[in-house]
């Protein structure tokens, strides 16, 4: 048994690949920038494919932390008196006040058994008594401890416009431990969420959308744009033709009309639709490298030799405009992300995939970027897929160098 | 190439520099913005659309007969000295002697003829009531009436009035016809096509055509026009364009004062810079509609259930901030309206469905509903309550709203799929029935309490009646209802409240149709949009918040800027 | 092909001299690939129309919905103002219409919009048009040539930190859409940092100026247009950049530039006329097919700096549903987009002698 070539084969294939894995990244590791970029795609893959596992998607509204600024997090306010009083674990047995619908009560659940909690109702951010009557009752010893959020704190305590309860706030209330809850690295968004586990969750589909729809954009303008350019005659004015239609129609009104008719909510189906909606660029863009390619002397030369159409298209012209596909390729990927912004606005993709398109749509309609502390919503998200594209230009690179050897030589 | 490369950085530097020269206004400038059509497509036809028209703003440019003060529900005469009905039941206004037009001619009775017919070429609703016009004397003009109504009054005296210089002679050959006759549409042509070559003011300011851009365009002060003798700038910079677009501007103090709705967020921003934000009700906002052809959403105690499940302080609050006011009483009015039309005793009896969840769970219990395993609902028929729930998407504060509210209901166990949709494909979707929850306005900014309930019981229940075109049926819901005070058809009576001039009589139909939509919830009215005007202090005077004058929002007339104005009281800050 | 050569030229029919005057059409080069775009812009167009009128709402629906929004009127009273406001024709079919429209076309004539009723189509275009080619075809030409000069050094120098830098700057401002870039550009210079007046900077120029040829309307236009045009280039310079990386890389690789290194020609000779205008050669074409496309492309960043030109006023004509309004923009659109590729095609073989576009067999 142990000699069957099917088990051999089982065991010696993914050896063969992993062998063949280690070959390239060692091959990679030569080209530095190349390999940086493989690092990023690696950790992008990380962090959309492997980190939704272990971070939960924060769906809570809390409403004191909106738009809370990078690094924000609840922290513990107690009377000026007791500072020695700087966990919950030293609170045990007091009194500690929560905000409903913020932060805190979902905060203080595990430690309900050990301290008595006061719920104070939400009302208002800037005047109401919710979070002013918490923090009066703090500097009346009412009760002994506040879970409160630092953004709040600033604006309860620091900005106070009543001059009054200012005076009374700073004089008796001092923060026993700011870095009580977790921070946010990312700020909060809109509705005082975690901006950071939004991200997590928010990569995986569009990049999978985007890489579907890149892909697709590609093969197709790489195949007809080939096709179009060298066959040239009726088929390449077909295809110009085409190809000038696709692009002359608005897509805006095309999809306005589409949204109103279906809805896209796989998203092998979305890939495919904005695969081919974004071609027509791609395939005249390529048509006009293979019409430059094809008349050039090495292709001429196998031309004369008599070799075959297909040793022509797959080894003379290819591989010398690789490059160049690849490039158009990684912007394609690209635009299909920001694609998927369109169709999230038009409704043909759905907003219960929290992308990051969807969080650069609310996040630049619900006007956080001129928020200084909640820019985030939308920039995080923006870098992320611009970050996304250096990764990828990177890593191209360094694949071009790998598969050709003559450019490891050049370089 | 190095040398072009310089050159090319000199010019660029040299447009820099250009960038930096400061522009200065002389003398005292307004600076507000509304959005509007740059020409050709923009033009001084004020009846016909795409006409350059500035909101409220208009009212300095063609200045309102009169204006309603909402804290008291009095008129405020502007151009009209005196108006009233007359014992016959005809509406008699008094146009103010002594002012002019910026082209000269004074302003008289004949301007109010030349507006009221060409509303009547155009088929205005203001002339649904009315069976003719007269000319008393230059200065006063009777309204004849076929029933006297607060409505008809609101309509007649919130009118801007039009220079009959300039629409005098398609008015005067529209009152010789009647709809019946031949050239009566060619006329209306006329009037759709016509263009004035200069825009004509009667109020303090006229707009300069050669100063109109796509940025920006000027008003200059009309010193013979209405209030022109009391103004306290000599110019009006309108600055154009929506929200993103003018909130730079607000920021960067080059703009002073926007009625836009701005996003919480931005809001923050601007409270941080020292703008002050000025909020007014607006009698409207989002609610949660049904489809009453989906079962089990017109049995009303699952509406009821929705109503108790959803926390309408978060849905606010996270959907536009502080002006985002839950609903209290939850009557189909606003909580301002409500309080001002029913007594006491009415406002006790109402259900405010606070927020609880375990009343909402007796609700689904009593109508035999029961939670799976996992917790989730099914009705008695073991369906899933598995609904999608349509939105606006373009709208930043109900897509707030759309989403929280999914995210509400769902812990509560219902199955909610939140989808945007495209702001003009949505009102159709619902007009045709195509949805099955679905966010959209309750209440309309009018002070009439009955016209409130137009948007549930009309516009988007059956408004294809309206439309002529049978779009559909809306929300299906059936507007003959039977609730504790009887059976009534809410239509009808929504309607016969706002005919006559009884406050007494209208008072008592507009509680019956407070309480039985607080019984029935044909749709859930989550919080009601109040204003988020950002007012820089530091550039206008005006007075402190607290002033009565604040409950004029203003959504096309009575704003409380424009009075202010109208009034003279505006001023910059440093006078 | 030529079959119809072989037919007997002793008795011509009207159909045989209308069939040979087509097929000499159809033999001219020239007058085929026109022939093949007036086509094909008479096929986006007829698309357009039916598309545009399975858009929900009409025109109708979205004044009525306006002045609900803004006014707090009845549902019934906007409909009666709004219908009364338009003059459409709402007996005519949609099948009338389009030959109306069509017939208006041949004439050379646009109609008038939908939504101010008696402004000609023609002059709305007229209005808006020139400040879209001016600024996005400035910010187009720009980065194209900082492009092509900053991308040939990218693949000479092959590894070199320029490279890297370069690559880095070129694939992030590409990954930015241009219109994050417009809003950060007035949110961090303009609000913050106070560099500039940004209602100032508003419109395509200053209010009171007559446009013509006087150095006045030419600063003013110049600084109103910085900003728009500065955003294209930054947004797209870095697409020049690494195509013609890419393009120069793959030049480099053929056989004629080491041959004419080889023959000792100046290393100048070879980078600007051997790979210089080789790689450049295919880009060009996408510059030209950019023309077209690019055009509608800057929506939002006009809307942003208020900088309005045919995007805008597209956008607009969608919004408000104007069907005659929009359809000129789109025929302008097409025609732009079909005719700046037939430009493309026919300067090609001008360009580079040895692509013979014109020689198919």
């Known amino acids: 048994m142990a000699g069957s070539p099917m088990l051999e084969a089982l065991v010696s294939l993914p050896l063969d690949l992993l062998r063949g894995l280690v070959r390239f990244v060692r091959r990679l590791s030569a080209n530095k920038p190349g390999f940086v970029g493989f690092l990023g795609l690696l950790l992008y893959f990380f962090v959309t494919f492997i980190m939704p596992n272990f971070v939960e998607f924060d769906n809570e509204p809390k409403l004191d932390q909106i738009t809370g600024p990078i690094g924000s997090r609840i922290q513990l306010a107690v009377h000026r008196d007791n500072p020695q009083w700087d966990s919950l674990e030293a609170l045990a047995g007091k009194t500690v006040g929560v905000v409903d619908q913020t932060g805190g009560p979902s905060f203080i659940e595990p430690w309900r058994d050990t301290l008595t909690v006061e719920t104070y109702r939400w009302t208002s951010r800037r005047q109401g008594p919710g979070i002013h009557a918490a923090l009066t009752d703090l500097a009346n010893k009412e009760i002994d401890g506040l879970l409160i959020f630092s953004k709040t704190v600033n604006q309860a305590i620091v900005k106070q416009e009543d001059a009054e309860l200012r005076q009374l706030f700073q004089d008796n209330i001092i923060i026993s431990n700011p870095a009580l809850g977790y921070p946010h690295l990312l700020g909060t968004d809109t509705q005082g969420r975690d901006i950071a586990s939004h991200m997590v969750h928010g990569g995986q589909i569009l990049i999978l959308t985007a890489l579907i729809g890149g892909v697709i954009a590609t093969l197709i303008a790489l195949f007809f744009g080939s096709l179009s350019a060298l066959a040239g005659g009726l088929l390449d004015k077909f295809f110009t033709a085409l190809a000038n239609l696709f692009l002359a129609i608005p897509q805006f009104i095309l999809l306005v009309v589409l949204a109103g008719m279906i809805r896209f909510d796989s998203t092998l189906y979305l890939g495919v639709i904005i695969g081919l909606l974004i071609w027509p660029a791609l395939l005249r863009a390529i048509r006009a490298q293979v019409l430059s390619l094809r008349e050039r002397d090495f292709v001429e030369a196998a031309r004369s030799l008599g070799l075959s159409m297909n040793h022509i298209i797959f080894r003379e012209i290819l591989p010398n405009m690789s490059s160049y596909v690849l490039i158009n390729l990684i912007f394609s990927i690209t635009i299909a992300m920001y694609f998927q912004i369109g169709l999230v606005v038009l409704g043909l993709a759905p907003i219960s995939d929290y992308t990051w398109g969807v969080m650069i749509y609310f996040g630049r309609s619900r006007g956080t970027l001129y928020n200084q502390d909640g820019a985030t919503m939308a920039l995080a998200p923006v870098l992320a897929i611009a970050l996304f594209q250096v990764c990828l230009v990177l890593f191209a690179r360094a694949v071009e160098e790998v598969f050709d050897p003559r450019l490891r030589s050049a370089g | ?575 | 092909m030529a079959h119809h050569q072989q037919q007997s030229r002793a008795h011509l029919t009207l159909s045989d001299r209308l069939y040979d005057i087509a097929s000499n059409v159809y033999n001219n080069y020239t007058a085929r690939v026109f022939l093949i775009a007036i086509i094909t812009i008479w096929a986006v167009m007829t698309f357009t129309f039916a598309l545009v009128r399975l858009m929900p709402g009409n025109p109708l629906d979205v004044l009525i919905e306006q002045i609900l929004t803004a006014e707090g009127v009845s549902y019934q009273e906007a409909y009666d103002r709004v219908a009364a406001s338009f003059n459409i024709d709402s007996d005519a079919t949609t099948l009338d219409q389009y030959f109306q429209w069509l017939g208006d076309l041949l004439r050379l004539d646009l109609g008038t919009s939908i939504t101010s009723p008696g402004t000609k189509v023609i002059d709305e275009i007229a209005r808006f048009l020139p400040w879209t080619v001016f600024a996005v075809g400035t910010g187009l030409l720009i980065s194209f040539v900082l492009g092509i000069f900053a991308g040939m050094p990218m693949a000479y120098y092959r590894g070199s930190k320029l490279d890297h830098i370069l690559s880095f700057f070129s694939s992030f401002s590409t990954g930015v859409p241009n219109y994050i870039w417009g809003l950060l550009i007035i949110i961090v210079p303009g609000i913050a940092w106070r560099w500039f007046d940004i209602g100032a900077l508003r419109g395509t120029y200053d209010a009171g100026l007559t446009p013509g040829l006087n150095a006045e309307f030419i600063l003013s236009a110049l600084e109103h247009a910085a900003l728009p045009v500065f955003t294209y280039v930054i947004a797209i310079l870095g697409t020049w950049m690494l195509s013609m990386k890419s393009s120069t890389t793959g030049v480099l690789n053929e056989d004629y530039v080491n041959v004419a290194e080889a023959r000792g020609l100046k290393e100048r000779t070879v980078i600007s006329s051997y790979v210089g205008r080789n790689a450049a050669l295919p880009l060009f074409t996408q510059l030209t097919i950019s023309i077209g496309f690019v055009l509608s492309s800057g929506v939002v960043v006009e809307e942003i700096f208020v900088y309005w030109g045919i995007g805008h006023h597209l956008f607009q004509s969608i919004t408000v549903r104007d069907y005659t309004s929009l359809q000129g923009v789109v025929l302008l659109l097409t025609a732009a987009i079909v005719f700046s590729n037939l430009f493309a095609d026919l300067t090609y073989g001008l360009l580079d002698p040895r692509v013979r576009v014109s020689g198919e067999k």
Not at chain 2, 53 to 61: E, R
Not at chain 2, 468 to 475: C, L
């Open chain 2, 1 to 575: 190439m190095i040398k072009r490369f310089l050159l090319v950085s000199a010019l660029l530097c040299a447009l820099g520099m250009l960038a930096f020269a400061p522009v200065q206004a002389e003398g005292e400038t307004l600076s507000v913005a509304w959005p509007y059509q740059v020409p050709p497509t923009g033009h001084f036809n004020t009846f016909a659309s795409g006409g350059i028209t500035l909101g409220q703003y208009m009212d300095l440019h063609e200045p309102p007969l009169a204006v309603l003060m909402w804290a008291t529900g009095e008129y405020a005469g502007m151009v009209a000295e005196e108006f009233g009905w007359d014992d016959d039941g005809n509406y008699v206004i008094k146009v103010a002697e002594g002012y002019s037009w910026s082209d000269g001619s004074h302003i008289t009775a004949d301007d109010v003829m030349a507006t009221f017919n060409i509303f009547r070429l155009r088929g205005d609703a203001v002339w649904a009531n009315m069976t003719g016009i007269e000319k008393v004397d230059d200065y006063t003009v009777k309204f004849h009436m076929s029933a006297p109504s607060s409505l008809a009054e609101r309509i007649i005296l919130t009118t801007n009035l039009r220079p009959a210089s300039v629409f005098g002679d398609i008015a005067d050959r529209a009152a010789m016809m009647s709809p019946d006759d031949d050239g009566w549409n060619d006329l209306l042509q006329e009037l759709t096509e016509f263009r004035p070559e200069s825009p004509v003011s009667g109020g303090p300011y006229t707009i300069l055509p050669d100063t109109i851009t796509e940025a920006s365009l000027m008003l200059e002060l009309n010193p013979g026009g209405f209030a022109g003798d009391i103004q306290n700038y000599d110019m009006v910079q309108m600055w154009n364009g929506e929200t993103e677009v003018v909130t730079p501007l607000v920021a960067n103090a080059e703009l002073h004062y926007i009625t836009h709705g701005i996003p919480p967020t931005t809001e923050e921003d601007f409270a941080n810079r020292g703008i002050d934000i000025v909020r007014s009700g607006m009698n409207n906002g989002p609610g949660l509609y049904v489809n009453h052809d989906v079962y089990p959403l017109n049995m009303v105690e699952v509406r009821q259930a929705i109503a108790y499940a959803i926390d309408r302080i978060q849905n606010g609050f996270v959907s536009l901030g502080e002006s985002g006011v839950a609903v209290e009483y939850m009557t189909g009015m606003s909580d301002g309206l409500s309080e001002a039309w029913l007594s006491d005793d009415t406002l006790d009896m109402l259900n405010t469905y606070d927020h609880d969840l375990m009343k909402a769970e007796e609700l689904l219990m009593s109508a035999g509903f029961s939670r799976d395993d996992m917790g989730n609902w099914m009705d008695d028929n073991g369906d899933a309550l598995a609904f999608e729930l349509t939105f606006p998407q373009e709208y930043a504060d109900w897509s707030a709203a759309a989403e929280n509210a999914t995210a509400q209901l769902n812990d509560f166990g219902f199955d909610i799929t939140a989808r945007g949709v495209q702001f003009q494909q949505h009102p159709q979707d619902i007009y045709s029935s195509n949805f099955e929850m679905a966010i959209r306005n309750w209440g309309l900014g009018d002070p009439i309490p009955g016209r409130s309930y137009l948007q549930a019981y009309n516009r988007y229940n059956g408004q294809g009646e309206v439309a002529g075109e049978g779009a559909g049926a809306g929300m299906n819901f059936d507007n003959n209802v039977s609730y504790s005070g009887g059976m009534i058809n809410v239509f009808d009576v929504s309607n016969a409240s706002s005919q006559g001039t009884d406050a007494m009589e209208q008072a008592s139909l507009v509680s019956q149709l407070a309480i039985s939509y607080n019984e029935l919830l044909p749709a859930i009215p989550l919080w009601e949009r109040y204003t988020n005007n950002a007012l820089n202090r530091n550039f206008i005077m005006v007075p402190d918040s607290s002033d009565s004058v604040f409950a004029n929002f203003g959504g096309g007339a009575d704003n409380w800027m424009t009075y202010l104005i109208l009034t003279g009281v505006t001023a910059p800050a440093d006078m």
